[in-house]
T-cell receptor, first 118, second 115 residues
């Protein structure tokens, strides 16, 4: 069964460094998302991406974050200058797209990348 | 702003028992509701998705119901097994407008099934 994959599974970085988290969504999906989960907290939406542009972003997704689909298979989240509070599990998700043209379907999540900022 | 609450936060049951997990949401203008399973340190596995026009969905031993007008959903697990031990999350998607692409999650119910 197709699945969303993410690399690396764990990333350790120093505060102020840039990190890139990588995701390969399910191949026929059109909508891509990043969420994060701080330890012990709820899963929170960061950004959605469709047709090579951001569809929506939350208040968390400020100027230090960016997303990109550099080729036909990868979807990346870049954090420009990491802070201690960026330590979290980051989940990538994708959905197929409904008949109406919107992302009206089940979102499938990857296994996550645990980011630790020291 | 949508708020999703799950009660109880944790639940421990003996193997074989039937159980119900609860999810409530403050804004009834939802498009769908999705139940997920999360194992420790792992990703989210989608279990069931209920459209706002549906009352329930079933998959194997799992049955999810939705009462949109009262802002409630339940996940019923029949004949629980130790392998069902995990955290169960519910998440809602709004009907339309700003935020319609994103899921809003509850904090989850941590289920332990004792052999």
């Amino acid at each position: 069964e197709p699945e969303v994959t993410q690399t690396p599974s764990h990333q350790v970085t120093q505060m102020g460094q840039e990190v890139i988290l990588r995701c390969v969504p399910i191949s026929n999906h059109l909508y891509f998302y990043w969420y994060r989960q701080i330890l012990g907290q709820k899963v929170e939406f960061l950004v959605s991406f469709y047709n090579n542009e951001i569809s929506e972003k939350s208040e968390i997704f400020d100027d230090q974050f960016s997303v990109e689909r550099p080729d036909g298979s990868n979807f990346t989240l870049k954090i420009r200058s990491t802070k201690l509070e960026d330590s979290a599990m980051y989940f990538c998700a994708s959905s197929e797209g409904g008949a109406s043209g919107g992302p009206r379907d089940t979102q499938y999540f990857g296994p996550g990348t645990r980011l630790t900022v020291l | 702003k949508q708020e999703v609450t799950q009660i109880p936060a944790a639940l421990s049951v003996p193997e074989g028992e039937n159980l119900v997990l609860n999810c409530s949401f403050t804004d009834s203008a939802i498009y769908n509701l999705q139940w997920f399973r999360q194992d420790p340190g792992k990703g989210l596995t989608s279990l069931l998705l209920i459209q706002s026009s549906q009352r329930e969905q079933t998959s194997g031993r799992l049955n999810a119901s939705l009462d949109k007008s009262s802002g409630r959903s339940t996940l019923y697990i029949a004949a629980s097994q130790p392998g069902d031990s995990a955290t169960y999350l519910c998440a809602v998607r709004p009907e339309s407008g700003a935020g319609s692409y994103q899921l809003t999650f509850g904090k989850g119910t941590k289920l332990s099934v004792i052999p």
